[in-house]
Every structure is written in C-alpha cells, then in structure tokens.
C-alpha cells in the first residue's frame, strides 16, 4: 500500500495552510464568482511557463485530466454558490469534511482498491467527523438554510471525483518527475480557461475586467497559494493512499476556521476546539 513519508506528511500540512488562505481570499469581496475566477485564472497563467520546463504526461493520464478537468468546473460552480448562500465558517467543513470519507471509500471499492489499515481507516473517519462538526452551528443570520449543506455535499462530491481522477492520472503520467509534474502544469493551464470563459459569459466582459483590474493582486496571490496547495496534494497522492492525502488536505478547514474568525469576524466558539483536537488525532492516525 502507498504510505507517505514524514517530509511528505508536512508537506500536505502546508498545502492545507496554503488552501485554507486563498478560500479565504475568495470569500473576501462582493462577487465570490469574480474572486474565484481571478483567482484561478492567475493560477493557470503561473503554471504556463512551468509547460515548458516540464515533459507532456504519457497519453494514458489524458482521460484522467479530462475527468479532472469536467469535476472542477462542478467543484466551482458548486463552491461559489454554497458561499453565496452561506457563511465560510459553515460550508468549508461540509464540502471538505465530506470529502476524505467519499475518497476513502471510492477508492477502496474503485480502481486502485486501496485498502487502509484500521487505525488509518479511525484517522479518516475523525479528520472527517471532526471537520463536519464545525458546520452544527446556527449561522448569524439564526436560521438554518438547505442551500449551503446541498451545495457544500456537491462541492464535496465534486472534490472526490477531481481527487480520483488527479491521482490516477499523476501515477498513469509517466515514471519521471518531469512528466508527473508535466501533468500538473497541464491540468492547472487548461482548467483556468474554461472558469473565466463561464465568468465573461455570466457577468458580461466589461464588468468583470473592470472588477479583475481592481482585485488582480490579491487574486494572484490566491492563484499562486492554490496551484502550490493542489500541485503538492497531486504529487503526494504518487507516493500515499488517496484516502490519506485527502483527509490530511483537509485539515485546511481548521486553518480556515481560525481565519474566518479573524479575517471575518466569524465565530470561532469554544466548543469548536474539540474538533479541532478530533482533527489533530486524526492525523496522527494517519500517519
């Protein structure tokens, strides 16, 4: 079974510090479709030059790119609309809490039946119990609404499907870094085109230049942290189980959670830190 290293493992933390920071990006404004589009698009304009750096993955990870590309453009759309109708704070933790156990289970019954141990297997189940526990709470607004628990399941639906598809395809890219890391540059270069082309096509294309040209700085700073974030994720699914780099990924919702309470004056109630704690003995499970 792919087991990841200590380096590795960390690496993942990172990544999660990484995502957590540029969903917040994507929630600060007024148009979270504008932010995520911005934000995105940099993402792929960083990752062309790396095009030329690197070696064109082996046609058999095609498909899987292609699958990847169709579920992030779900994951988008989905994310943008579980953020319209809800707090951060609370959609985070259902898209990302739901998402370690989808992948666990997709791919334990699905091509490459990756079986975990019984204490990874306690790891993924209190990463993903402890992420959606944050997401009990009555939001500010004191009612309950269907929109952001519907959307953040899709979102995590989403997730699970783009998870698959990139970790295949990184192991089918090839057996040099340069082609693994050829697919990564790949993926981010054409995913961005397709989400700006559907933001042109929504908002019309001089209000959303105009809106860009006023958030550039902090939609590339967001573009950079989310291609490093996903880009390490990709490569260590190469080398650890789906499931594993998936729930450690996923920490990033307590990341968030911290900084929604301060960034956006979100609550951040006691309670919240024995999921915080459920989180954190998750990971050692895992690893």
Known sequence: M???????TLLVLLAAVMHASWNVMVKIGNDTLLNMGLTMGLAGLVAVPFLFVTQIPDPASWIYLLGSLVTHLGYYLFLVLAYRHGELSQVYPIARGSAPLLVAVSAWLLPPYEALALWQMAGVAAISFGILSLSVEK?????????????????????????????????????????????????????????????????GLEPTLRYW?????????????????????????????????????ETSVIFAAIMSAFLLKERFRKRRYASVSLVALGAVLLH
Do not use: N
């Open 2 to 8: 792919h087991t990841l290293s200590l380096s590795m």
């Open 213 to 249: 040209s006023g958030a550039w700085k902090l939609g590339l700073a967001g573009g950079c942290l989310s291609a490093g974030a996903y880009g390490i994720s990709i490569f260590a699914m190469k080398s650890g189980a789906f499931a594993q780099v998936s729930a450690l990924r």
């Open 139 to 203: 939001p500010l607004s004191g009612a309950h609404k269907w929109e952001p628990v519907a959307f953040g399941l899709l979102t995590g639906i989403c997730i699970m499907g783009y998870m698959l598809c990139d970790g295949l395809g990184v192991r089918a890219a090839g057996e040099t870094e340069a082609q693994q890391f050829g697919y990564i540059a790949w993926l981010f270069a054409l995913d961005a085109p397709m989400l700006v082309l559907f933001c042109l096509w929504r908002r």
